[in-house]
Nanobody, 127 residues
Framework: QVQLVESGGGLVQAGGSLRLSCAASGRTFSNYAMGWFRQAPGKEREFVAA????????KYADSVKGRFTISRDNGKNTVYLQMNSLKPEDTAVYYCAARFQIVGTALLNDRNVYAHWGQGTQVTVSS
C-alpha cells in the first residue's frame, strides 16, 4: 500500500502560479506511475496530468497543456504539478494518484486505473 499526501494548494489570482506536491510513502515510489486529477464542485473528477515511473513520458489534458508541468523526484518520493497562467476554471480540489507497474501512458488519463489516492488539496483561482 502506498500513502499519498498532497500539499501546496491555496488561493491565487488569475494569471498566477502554484506548485503542488504529492509525497508518497509505504512502497517503492519508482514502481508507480503518477497522476494528477481535479474535481470542481458538482463535477466529476477529471484527468489533469500523468507521468511514467522514470519520467520518460508525460501526458496532459488539453485544458492544461502549455500551462501545467508534471514532474517527479524518485529520490524524494515526490511528484509535482507546476501550474502557471492559472484561470478561474482551474479552481478545484486536486488529487494525486498512483498506479503500480503500468507501461506507457495510454491508460493514465483514466481514473479507474489508479488504485491509490491522496486526500486532495484545494486550489482556488480568483478573477
Amino acid at each position: 500500500q502506498v500513502q499519498l499526501v498532497e500539499s501546496g494548494g491555496g488561493l491565487v489570482q488569475a494569471g498566477g502560479s502554484l506548485r503542488l506536491s504529492c509525497a508518497a510513502s509505504g512502497r517503492t515510489f519508482s514502481n508507480y506511475a503518477m497522476g494528477w486529477f481535479r474535481q470542481a464542485p458538482g463535477k466529476e473528477r477529471e484527468f489533469v496530468a500523468a507521468i511514467t515511473r522514470s519520467s520518460e513520458n508525460t501526458k496532459y489534458a488539453d485544458s492544461v497543456k502549455g500551462r501545467f508541468t508534471i514532474s517527479r523526484d524518485n529520490g524524494k518520493n515526490t511528484v509535482y504539478l507546476q501550474m502557471n497562467s492559472l484561470k478561474p476554471e482551474d479552481t478545484a480540489v486536486y488529487y494525486c494518484a498512483a498506479r503500480f507497474q503500468i507501461v506507457g501512458t495510454a491508460l493514465l488519463n483514466d481514473r479507474n486505473v489508479y488504485a491509490h489516492w491522496g486526500q486532495g488539496t484545494q486550489v482556488t483561482v480568483s478573477s
